[in-house]
């Protein structure tokens, strides 16, 4: 079936570098995508979205990639620091008709910052 | 503008019982959302509400339902509850609108059934 899934599920990095969280999706009529970040105790919180007719997106520090190629999405994470110490969502919407959507989760990368 | 809020935040229930939880969406916000969330299955989509009516649904038995009231605020209930229904059960407000699609999430409501 589809779905939307992550390469890595741990990552450590130093303060400081930038990282980098891929997924991957199987639903090539995908047309949107979004970055969710889980702190421990919390719900979801949006981080930063892609429609599929952009390769690239930039936030505050966050830049998302699209791929559609390769069906890629990474989020890249500039000067990481240990507030971003979570974990991270793809999620890609799935639409199911009447104006009605769900989003499809990948299982979630848990970055840990290293002071 | 305040955010989702869910309630109870913690809830302790014994199999075979039911729960009633709740989710107040963002002022303005028509759709809610509800997902299941567990170590071992991620996030998994329960069921969508819109204007009191549900357009859409994951694949969970009927044991799981819900419903949403004329404020936009929703419930979910869960009856017989089993010792796999333990999970964080999480709620999304949206506009609701084709094409405004970012979901915000309240903090979840922790079920653990005993």
């Known amino acids: 079936g589809e779905s939307v899934g992550l390469h890595l599920p741990t990552l450590s990095v130093q303060e400081g570098d930038n990282s980098i969280i891929n997924c991957a999706y199987s639903?090539?009529?995908?047309?949107?995508f979004i970055w969710y970040k889980q702190e421990s105790g919390k719900g979801p919180q949006f981080i930063i979205d892609?429609?599929?007719?952009?390769d690239k997106r930039q936030g505050q520090r966050v830049t998302v990639l699209l791929n559609k190629t390769v069906k890629h999405l990474s989020l890249q994470i500039a000067a990481t620091q240990p507030g971003d110490s979570a974990v991270y969502f793809c999620?890609?919407?799935?639409?199911?008709?009447?104006?009605?959507?769900?989003?499809?989760f990948g299982k979630g990368t848990k970055l840990s910052v290293i002071p | 503008k305040a955010g989702v809020t869910q309630t109870p935040r913690y809830l302790i229930k014994t199999r075979g019982q039911q729960v009633t939880l709740s989710c107040s969406p963002i002022?303005?916000?028509?759709?809610v959302s509800w997902y299941q969330q567990t170590p071992g299955q991620g996030l998994q989509f329960l069921f969508e509400?819109?204007?009191?009516?549900?357009?859409n649904k994951g694949n969970f038995p009927g044991r799981f339902s819900g419903r949403q009231f004329s404020n936009s605020r929703s419930e979910m209930n869960v009856s017989t509850l089993e010792l796999g229904d333990s999970a964080l059960y999480l709620c999304?407000?949206?506009?609701?609108?084709?094409?405004?699609?970012?979901?915000?999430f309240g903090q979840g409501t922790r079920l653990t059934v005993v």
């Open positions: 999304a407000s949206s506009g609701g609108f084709l094409g405004n699609t970012e979901a915000f």
């Open positions: 639903n090539s009529a995908s047309d949107y």
């Open positions: 892609i429609r599929s007719n952009m």
């Open positions: 999620a890609e919407k799935v639409e199911s008709g009447a104006g009605s959507y769900q989003l499809t």
């Open positions: 002022s303005g916000h028509r759709s």
């Open positions: 509400y819109f204007s009191e009516t549900q357009r």
